[in-house]
């Protein structure tokens, strides 16, 4: 596609229960990026995908939160058994990924998830 | 620990005035710094970039001036415009593909 796409764009679960993530990536950049934003605060990395390399997943906050990202494009973010704490916005972005100049990141609107 | 810090999370600047952005960090091993513009319900988007090896680099409206010394970069616009009102963050990396961005600085330009 055109640009990154993210869906839901808003999500109000319950605590406790389970919410996917999704973002479709531009077509052809081989890294994405998850970032998490709460409200006043910047962006909070969360997990990277390079090609076929194992991703960095050192800054997902628990082991309630899991990524996958499929065939090398689509890529869903899980939260099990959500928490109020949680409620943010989810932020996808892709890269051509890291070459010899600035790594610019192609972000898509977000999901925001508000847990109740 | 906060290696990239936008301290002030707002400004206020009248229309056709100069807008000028702060963002300080800690770790001199950054090689390349970006600016991001962000309005409500949209994602960041890319704005300008600037590389260690250089003070100063010019688009249009926008200059991104860097200071190793004082490990300070600054974005100017000029002149505002309203269509600027929209949060920017400053980001840094290292080499690498981790970005490490500052809060935000929430800009409003008045008419």
């Known amino acids: 596609g055109a640009g990154v796409s993210q869906s839901p764009s808003n999500k109000v679960t319950e605590k406790g229960k389970d919410v996917e993530l999704r973002c479709d990536p531009i077509s052809g950049h081989t890294a994405l990026y998850w970032y998490r934003q709460s409200l006043g605060q910047g962006l909070e990395f969360l997990i990277y995908?390079?090609?076929?390399?194992?991703?960095?997943k050192s800054g997902l906050p628990s082991d309630r939160f899991s990524a996958e990202r499929t065939g090398g494009s689509v890529s869903t973010l899980t939260i099990q058994r959500t928490q109020q704490e949680d409620s943010a916005v989810y932020l996808c972005?892709?890269?051509?990924?890291?070459?010899?100049?600035?790594?610019?990141?192609?972000f898509g609107a977000g999901s925001r998830l508000t847990v109740l | 620990d906060q290696q990239v810090k936008q301290n002030s999370p707002s400004l206020s600047v009248q229309e056709g005035r100069i807008s000028i952005l702060n963002c300080d960090y800690t770790n001199s091993m950054f090689d390349y710094f970006l600016w991001y513009k962000k309005y409500p319900a949209e994602g960041p988007t890319f704005l300008i970039s600037i590389s260690s090896i250089k003070d100063k680099n010019e688009d249009g409206r926008f200059t991104v001036f860097l200071n190793k010394s004082a490990k300070h970069l600054s974005l100017h616009i000029v002149p505002s415009q309203p269509g600027d009102s929209a949060v920017y963050f400053c980001a840094a990396s290292r080499g690498g593909y981790q970005l490490i961005w500052g809060a935000g600085t929430k800009l409003i330009i008045k008419p």
């Open positions: 995908f390079q090609g076929n390399s194992a991703p960095d």
């Open positions: 972005a892709s890269s051509l990924g890291v070459s010899s100049g600035a790594n610019v990141l192609t």
